[in-house]
C-alpha cells in the first residue's frame, strides 16, 4: 500500500498521522485513502486498457456516496444488486447509461424503479424474474436492455460463503435453463436481450476459476449462435490480506479477457470492488482494556464485530498493526476482541507483537471493502465514522451516528 504506511514510527494515511487524527476523531473510525484508490483503479484501467471495458464499480463493497462520486470523476459505472445501491449510485452522479442491475431477488418495486431510470442492463436471474419484468415493462410501455445471468459450475477456489458460480448456488442459471430461456426470450417483447453475465464468487486470488468460467462462456455463446452486444465478467479478484497470500495475476487475466473480446467483438463489463478499494480503507481502533490469563492475553478493542464482521462471518483474517512502533515485544500470546457479547467477536489472535498498552491505538488494516458496507448497530452500537484522506485534505464522508437517534428511529 503505497499511501498507507509508516513514515519512521507513525503510520499514515496520504500526509495524515494516525496519531494526528485520532486526537480529533473518536475511535472506532473508517480511514481512506483516495490517492490509493485513484492508484488502484488507474492500475486497473492500464492493464485492461486494449480491451476498453465498461468498469462498474460493485456498489455492495462500499456504498459511501462521497467515494462513488470520486469513482464517478475517473469514469467509473456501477454494479447494483439493491434500489437502495441503485439510488445511491444515482446520488453520487453516476450516469444510469453505466449501472447494471443484478441479484436473484429483485422484487417487483426495484424492477419498476430501475426501468424508470433507464439504466444500462438488468441482468436476469430466473424465468420467472423474466417474465414479471416484461409485465412491469408492458404496463409502462417500455422496451428495456436485459441480459441473462449463467451460472457456470465453476468452483472459485475462495472461502465457500461467497462462493456464487456453483450449481448449489442460488445465483444465475444453469446451462440447461439458461438455453431454455434463451429459445424463450424474444417471445418477452418488452425485453432486448443484449447481455449474457457471470460471476462465480469474490476474493479470488488464482487464475484458473477465471480461464474455466471462459471456457464455459465460449460454449455457451456458440450453442446460442448470438451475437452479444455485453459480456459482463462480473467481478472477484481478490487482494492479499496476508503476507501469505498470493497476488493475483492481473496481467494474466487481462490478456485473457482483451483476447475473449476481440473473438466475439463485444463490449465487455467489468465489476471490482475489493480491487479497487480493499487496501485503501483502514479501521482505528483503541485498546479499552488488557485482560491477563494463563495462556494469553485479552486485547479488548473499542472496535467490534458490528463495525468489522468478516472474521466472525468468514474468519476472514485482517493484520492489525499499531498506530506507533516501538522496538520491545509483548511476552505473551495476544488475542484481539471485541466488546460485544458474542464470543465470535474476535478479530485476530498472534503469537508476536510489539508491546502495547491501554489507551493505545492499533489499525485494522484492508477493510475498505465489506468493511462499513457490512457494519451493523447490533448491540445498540452506532456505526462510526468514515473519513477520506486526499494528501493533507481531511474530509468527514459519513458523521459517527448517535445514541440518541438510533433510539428514536427505534
Keep these: 500500500m503505497k499511501f498507507l504506511s509508516y513514515k519512521k514510527k507513525f503510520f499514515f494515511v496520504d500526509k495524515i498521522s494516525i496519531e494526528k487524527l485520532s486526537k480529533k476523531f473518536k475511535s472506532p473510525y473508517y480511514c481512506y485513502s483516495l490517492s490509493q484508490i485513484k492508484l488502484n483503479l488507474d492500475n486497473f484501467k492500464n492493464l485492461f486498457n486494449k480491451s476498453s471495458p465498461l468498469i462498474c464499480f460493485s456498489v455492495k463493497s462500499n456504498s459511501n456516496i462521497k467515494i462513488l462520486n470520486e469513482l464517478k470523476k475517473e469514469g467509473c459505472g456501477a454494479d447494483v444488486v439493491s434500489m437502495g445501491e441503485l439510488s445511491a449510485a444515482l446520488k453520487s452522479g453516476i450516469k444510469p447509461s453505466k449501472i447494471v442491475f443484478s441479484g436473484v431477488g429483485k422484487t417487483e418495486e426495484e424492477l419498476l424503479f430501475a426501468i424508470k431510470k433507464n439504466i444500462l442492463l438488468i441482468n436476469i436471474e430466473s424465468e420467472s424474474e423474466a417474465i414479471l419484468l416484461n409485465k412491469i415493462s408492458q404496463k409502462i410501455s417500455k422496451k428495456i436492455f436485459v441480459g441473462i445471468r449463467l451460472n457456470p459450475n465453476v468452483n472459485s477456489g475462495n472461502i465457500r460463503k461467497i462462493s456464487t458460480g456453483l450449481n448449489d448456488d442460488k445465483f444465475g442459471l444453469t446451462e440447461?435453463?439458461?438455453?431454455?430461456?434463451?429459445?424463450?426470450?424474444?417471445?418477452?417483447?418488452?425485453?432486448?436481450?443484449?447481455?449474457?453475465?457471470?460471476?462465480?464468487?469474490?476474493?479470488?486470488?488464482?487464475?484458473?476459476?477465471?480461464?474455466?468460467?471462459?471456457?464455459?462462456?465460449?460454449k455457451i455463446i456458440n450453442k446460442t449462435n448470438f451475437q452479444f452486444k455485453y459480456i459482463d465478467f462480473g467481478g472477484g479478484i481478490g487482494i492479499p490480506y496476508e503476507n501469505k497470500n498470493n497476488k493475483f495475476d492481473l496481467r494474466k487475466y487481462s490478456n485473457l479477457v482483451e483476447k475473449f473480446a476481440l473473438k466475439h467483438r463485444c463490449k465487455i463489463i467489468l465489476e471490482p470492488g475489493r480491487f479497487i478499494i480493499g487496501n485503501a480503507g483502514i479501521l482505528v481502533t483503541k485498546i479499552t482494556y488488557i485482560k491477563k490469563t494463563k495462556?494469553?492475553?485479552?486485547?479488548i478493542l473499542d472496535a467490534g464485530m458490528n463495525d468489522l464482521i468478516r472474521p466472525a462471518l468468514y474468519n476472514a483474517r485482517h493484520s492489525i498493526v499499531p498506530s506507533k512502533k516501538n522496538n520491545t515485544n509483548y511476552k505473551k500470546n495476544?488475542?484481539?476482541?471485541?466488546?460485544?457479547?458474542?464470543?465470535?467477536?474476535?478479530?485476530?489472535?498472534?503469537?508476536?507483537?510489539?508491546?502495547?498498552?491501554?489507551?493505545?491505538?492499533?489499525?485494522?488494516?484492508?477493510?475498505?471493502?465489506?468493511?462499513?458496507s457490512l457494519a451493523s448497530n447490533y448491540c445498540f452500537r452506532p456505526k462510526p465514522a468514515e473519513i477520506l484522506i486526499s494528501k493533507s485534505n481531511i474530509k468527514v464522508i459519513r458523521k459517527k451516528e448517535k445514541i440518541n437517534k438510533l433510539i428514536m428511529n427505534n
Design 295 to 299: 495462556n494469553k492475553d485479552f486485547i
Design 334 to 372: 495476544i488475542e484481539f476482541v471485541g466488546p460485544i457479547c458474542e464470543t465470535s467477536d474476535k478479530f485476530l489472535n498472534v503469537k508476536k507483537y510489539q508491546h502495547i498498552k491501554e489507551k493505545d491505538f492499533l489499525l485494522i488494516l484492508d477493510v475498505g471493502a465489506y468493511g462499513m
Design 176 to 218: 440447461k435453463n439458461f438455453l431454455n430461456l434463451f429459445k424463450k426470450v424474444n417471445n418477452y417483447k418488452n425485453l432486448t436481450l443484449q447481455c449474457i453475465s457471470v460471476h462465480i464468487g469474490s476474493q479470488i486470488l488464482k487464475i484458473n476459476p477465471f480461464k474455466n468460467t471462459l471456457n464455459v462462456l465460449e
